[in-house]
């Protein structure tokens, strides 16, 4: 099956500064989200982008479907970004995401 | 619009019990899917259904099952109960067939003594 892998797996900011999360697949994807879950376990839908480059507020995603990653930015970030977030993708069409093992983010005040 | 509901939130059970979760999609999404997050396998798929039909399924043993009402709600059984089964239970819902946006319910957490 495919496989996903996040870097860095752990990640320790300062508020305010900014980063960059990496998602690696091995195989052609129909469907790529991230996902941010919070200390309570909650999954949060961050963005759908299976390809091209999607901006909300602070994140930012790219997605480069030939090479196969996507790429999370975050800028600015404040102490309510922390958590884990969560690459995840799927190519059988049935919503059958395959995830990361996230890559676990603090940001200190 | 309400989101994906999903209870119980926490429930403790013994082994060898089952244990059913229930899971309200948001209202129109007749898709809803469910994986499973444990810290040492991480989060799994589990199974899938649309308009009441399993589409897919991970790779779980048969205790593990579930089904979808016309309403689209809906519930996950779990038999005779291991230690192993202790885990986040996530229910996800997404209004297309074949991919989109899938939005995750607050999970019910299990805890199997």
């Known amino acids: 099956g495919i496989q996903v892998e996040q870097s860095p797996p752990d990640l320790i900011l300062q508020e305010g500064a900014n980063s960059t999360l990496r998602c690696n697949f091995s195989d052609s994807v129909n469907n790529l989200q991230w996902f941010h879950q919070n200390p309570w376990g909650q999954l949060i839908n961050l963005f759908y982008i299976p390809s091209g480059t999607k901006q909300n507020g602070r994140l930012s995603a790219t997605t480069v479907a030939t090479e196969r990653y996507s790429l999370l930015y975050i800028s600015s970030s404040q102490t309510t970004d922390s958590g884990v977030y969560f690459c995840?993708?799927?190519?059988?069409?049935?919503?059958?995401?395959?995830f990361g093992t996230g890559t676990r983010l603090l940001v200190s005040p | 619009k309400a989101g994906v509901t999903q209870t119980p939130r926490y429930l403790i059970k013994t082994r060898g019990q089952q244990v059913t979760l229930s899971c309200s999609p948001i209202?129109?999404?007749?898709?809803v899917s469910w994986y499973q997050q444990t810290p040492g396998q991480g989060l799994q798929f589990l199974f899938e259904?649309?308009?009441?039909?399993?589409?897919n399924k991970g790779n779980f043993p048969g205790r593990f099952s579930g089904r979808q009402f016309s309403n689209s709600r809906s519930e996950m059984n779990v038999s005779t109960l291991e230690l192993g089964d202790s885990a986040l239970y996530l229910c996800?819902?997404?209004?297309?067939?074949?991919?989109?946006?899938?939005?995750f319910g607050a999970g019910s957490r299990l805890t199997v003594l």
């Open positions: 259904y649309f308009s009441e039909t399993q589409r």
């Open positions: 996800a819902s997404s209004s297309y067939i074949g991919g989109g946006v899938l939005t």
């Open positions: 995840a993708v799927d190519n059988t069409g049935f919503q059958k995401l395959v």
């Open positions: 209202s129109g999404h007749r898709s």
